[in-house]
C-alpha cells in the first residue's frame, strides 16, 4: 500500500422488478346449472414470493380476490385482473368468460295404428340432455291423423320451461326431432 495513492469513489447497485408470467386465456363453458370460472395462474415467481391475484368488472378497478364465474348461457363478461408480488413488476390484463347452450333434443312420439275412423291425436315427447334436476316442466305437441296413409310430423308446437328458473330456454339449444305416425288398412272380415 506505500506504493499506491488509493482514491476510493462511491457506486451505485440497481436492482430492478423481477418479472413473472400470467396465464389468462379465455374460459369457455358449456351451461350445467352451477356457476362455472377458474382462477388465472402466475408462475416464474423469484425467490419464495407469492402473488395476489384481483379480479374487477372495470378496467383499472380489481376490487375481489373471489375468482369470477357465470352461470347462464346469456351471461357472458369480460373479466379484468391485476397480479402483484413484492420485488416483481405488476401485471394486468382481461379475459373473457362465455358460456354456451346446452343441447337438448326432444323426440316426437312415433307410432302407428289401425284405422277405426276417429282422429287419432298424439302429445307425447321425450327429452334428453336437460341438466340433472331440471324438468320438462311445460310442453306443448301436437297434431292428429284421420286417414289411413296420412302422415303427420311433430312437434308443430314446442316450449319448455324449467321449475326453478321459470324460463331456461336462453341456455338450451333445443332440436326438435319429428315423430312418424302412420294408419294401417282396417282388414274387412265377412
Known amino acids: 500500500t506505500s506504493n499506491y495513492n488509493i482514491t476510493y469513489k ?8 423481477a418479472s413473472f408470467t400470467v396465464s389468462a ?4 363453458y358449456t351451461y350445467t346449472g352451477s ?24 378496467s383499472g378497478t380489481y376490487d375481489t380476490t373471489t375468482i369470477p ?13 391485476q397480479v402483484t408480488a413484492p420485488n416483481h413488476t405488476t401485471q394486468a390484463g382481461f379475459y373473457k ?13 312415433s307410432g302407428s295404428s289401425v284405422y277405426d ?3 287419432i291425436t298424439f302429445n307425447r315427447a321425450t327429452l334428453s340432455g336437460m341438466v340433472s334436476g331440471h324438468t320438462l316442466n311445460s310442453f306443448t305437441c ?29 341456455n338450451y339449444a333445443i332440436t326438435y326431432v ?11 272380415t265377412f
Open 10 to 17: 462511491s457506486g451505485t447497485l440497481t436492482v430492478t422488478n
Open 25 to 28: 386465456p379465455n374460459q369457455t
Open 35 to 58: 356457476a362455472q370460472g377458474a382462477a388465472i395462474t402466475v408462475s416464474g415467481l423469484k425467490g419464495s414470493q407469492t402473488a395476489t391475484i384481483k379480479y374487477g368488472t372495470t
Open 69 to 81: 364465474k357465470i352461470t347462464n348461457a346469456n351471461e357472458d363478461k369480460i373479466v379484468y385482473w
Open 97 to 109: 368468460l362465455l358460456m354456451s347452450q346446452r343441447s337438448v333434443t326432444v323426440t316426437a312420439f
Open 117 to 119: 275412423g276417429n282422429v
Open 142 to 170: 301436437t297434431g292428429s291423423i284421420t286417414n289411413v296413409g296420412s302422415v303427420d310430423n311433430i312437434p308443430s308446437d314446442a316450449k319448455i320451461v324449467d321449475a326453478d328458473l321459470n324460463d331456461v330456454t336462453a
Open 178 to 188: 319429428n315423430g312418424l305416425i302412420t294408419i294401417t288398412q282396417r282388414p274387412i
